[in-house]
Each structure stands twice: as structure tokens, then as C-alpha cells.
């Protein structure tokens, strides 16, 4: 049993029961299942420049990082690309953005994962492409789904970014692949709004049994995407959902790493799942979950406790003032529902 399992034997409150997933490999990186949590960083440098990328990649190496993801936007990142994957000492996650082409490449020179975007990587059969060379070159991959780049029919039935839309196309993604008997995958539903981003993930937590890779898209510079990001991960964690992570910041990826370590050290949560986790479901294969809500949405009033208050000017060893019920005070009748 693990010093965590211990620790919540002794003090329950403390005890994480993390969902159970399947397990997937990044490279050498186990994802999901009962490994750890793992950590990810991007780097920022030009990744045609094949010395600067390898030279953030040791930096990132030397802060712990357990992934590091590399942006391939054309063809002549793909072509520095298997310079850098040769040199690297974990694995790299291609992030091939816009062309499926360059899926295709990263896969040959050498990506352990390729990131891709159902909204903007193109129709069905670029995907199938993209599957076929994930298959080929023992790649995983990543279905990363984004608030600000979702599919214009899903724009179009739901009226804006909302968890439902965000998790029908992750739903409808898995499926492309799991139809092609490709299984190795995780998913992401990353938005820049906590409450979107924390709601998409606990509904498709749900529905599919894959491993999530949690984050907060563009949280902001240090300090504030720290902590947007920690409130964001932090409850899904602390939910026991996610099975790597990504802090993403506005700042040096080092920091990045650093926020992430943080994090999990904060809930005592990278010792991988509890052993007393229940099985999950398998894969779901038809639409998103009926249930909706919208209390994930930015200006949903968020229930505050009622307390007591005291008027600065009552007695405090007054009895009968510190009995007084606060809905008693005209003041009180006054006051706003607490909304954020």
C-alpha cells in the first residue's frame, strides 16, 4: 500500500479515489490505468531551429518533465524535427496543428504521440490518414479538443462553446478511431474558462474509459495561470480525474513543470490510482450525455454560506446582540445573491 493509501486510511478526508482508466503509452511513459500522473511541458522555440528545441527540451528534462510536446506547424518543423526526436531522452508529442500531412511526417521522424485538433485537422479520411500513420510508426494519440476551435456544426446546433458540444466532438473523434481499431489515445477538452474546461472534463470522465490529459488553455502569465490552473486541475484532480497534466502559462515551460509538480505534491496525488478504484465504463459510442447543465458558465451564481455577522458597533459580550439572526438585519434583507 502506498503512503498515500496509508495516509487516507488514517485521515479518510484526505483520500483521492482516482478514476480508473485504460492505460496507453507515450514512448517509454505509461498514461492512465494505475501510473503516475504525468507532467508536460511545450516548448516555444521554433522548432525548425533544431538546436534551441533540443536545447529547451534539456532544460525541461532536467525540471522533471515526463513529455514534452513540439509544435510541427509546416514542413520544415517536421524535417528538424527527427534531429530533435533522435536527441531527446523522453517523449515527444507532435503537435501538428492545421495539415494532416504533417501527422504523417512527425509519425516517420520519430513522434512517440501526435497531438491533433478535430476542428481543424479536416475531414474524416485525413484523420484516417493520420491513424493509419500512427499505426505504422507505434505512435499514441492525443484528440485534443478546444473551446475556441470546435466544429462549425456544433457551433451551429449548441449556439456557443459549452461542455456538451466540446464533449460530442471528443465522442465522435474517438470514435473515428476506435473504428479503425486504434485504441492507444487519450483525449483532452481544454478551454480558457475554468468552469467550461472543469465541467467538459467531469462529463466525459463519465463516458469513456481513455485517459485525459487535463489542462487550462492559454491560464495566462505566472502568477494568474498559475492560479487559474490550479483551481481549474486542482478540482478535477482532487475529483480524481486527469492522468497527465499540462500547465500551460505565458511564461518559461520550466515553470510550467514546476506549477505542475506543485500541484500534485498539493493533493498527494502522483503515487498513481488507488487500488480500491472502481472499474470505469467502457468506451461509449453513441452522443454526448443527455444531462445538461449550464452552471459551468461564468456568471452562474455559486452558492455562499450564510454566517452571522456582527455589527461593528454591538456589544460582544452582549447576549441577546450576538443571538440576533442575520435575517433579522434590513441590511442583510438588502444584500445580493453571492454570483461570481
Request: aromatic share 4%.
Amino acid at each position: 500500500m502506498s503512503d498515500h493509501s496509508e495516509l487516507g486510511h488514517v485521515r479518510p478526508w484526505r483520500h483521492i479515489e482516482r478514476r480508473k482508466s485504460r492505460q496507453i503509452m507515450v514512448g517509454s511513459v505509461p498514461v492512465g490505468g494505475d501510473a503516475p500522473i504525468s507532467v508536460q511541458s511545450m516548448t516555444n522555440t521554433p522548432t525548425s531551429d533544431a538546436n534551441a528545441t533540443i536545447g529547451q527540451i534539456r532544460q525541461l528534462e532536467e525540471a522533471g518533465a515526463d513529455i514534452v510536446r513540439v509544435s510541427c506547424p509546416d514542413e520544415d518543423s517536421t524535417a528538424a524535427f527527427r534531429t530533435v526526436a533522435r536527441e531527446a531522452r523522453v517523449p515527444l508529442v507532435a503537435d501538428i496543428h492545421f495539415h494532416y500531412k504533417r501527422g504523417i511526417e512527425a509519425a516517420e521522424a520519430g513522434a512517440a504521440c501526435l497531438r491533433i485538433n478535430p476542428g481543424n485537422i479536416g475531414n474524416a479520411s485525413r484523420v484516417r490518414d493520420v491513424i493509419q500513420a500512427a499505426k505504422d510508426h507505434g505512435c499514441s494519440m492525443r484528440i485534443g479538443v478546444n473551446a475556441g476551435s470546435l466544429e462549425r456544426e456544433l457551433l451551429e446546433k449548441y449556439g456557443e462553446p459549452c461542455p456538451d458540444a466540446m464533449v460530442e466532438s471528443a465522442l465522435s473523434h474517438a470514435r473515428i478511431l476506435q473504428d479503425h481499431d486504434f485504441h492507444e489515445f487519450k483525449i483532452s477538452v481544454k478551454a480558457s474558462d475554468p468552469f467550461l474546461t472543469v465541467a467538459a472534463y467531469q462529463q466525459l470522465a463519465e463516458v469513456i474509459d481513455c485517459p485525459l490529459h487535463l489542462g487550462v488553455t492559454e491560464a495566462g502569465p505566472l502568477r494568474t495561470g498559475t492560479i487559474k490552473s490550479a483551481i481549474g486541475m486542482g478540482n478535477m484532480l482532487w475529483a480524481g480525474i486527469g492522468d497527465t497534466i499540462r500547465v500551460s502559462l505565458a511564461a518559461d515551460p520550466v515553470e510550467e513543470i514546476k506549477v505542475g509538480f506543485d500541484i500534485l505534491k498539493s493533493l498527494a496525488c502522483a503515487t498513481g490510482a488507488s487500488t480500491s478504484s472502481p472499474a470505469r465504463p467502457a468506451p461509449v459510442r453513441g452522443s454526448t450525455s443527455s444531462r445538461r447543465s449550464a452552471s459551468w458558465k461564468s456568471g452562474w451564481p455559486i452558492s455562499r454560506r450564510r454566517c452571522r455577522c456582527r455589527s461593528s458597533a454591538a456589544s460582544s459580550t452582549d447576549p441577546a446582540r450576538r443571538s440576533t439572526p442575520t435575517s433579522a438585519s434590513p441590511a442583510a434583507a438588502r444584500a445580493p445573491a453571492w454570483s461570481i
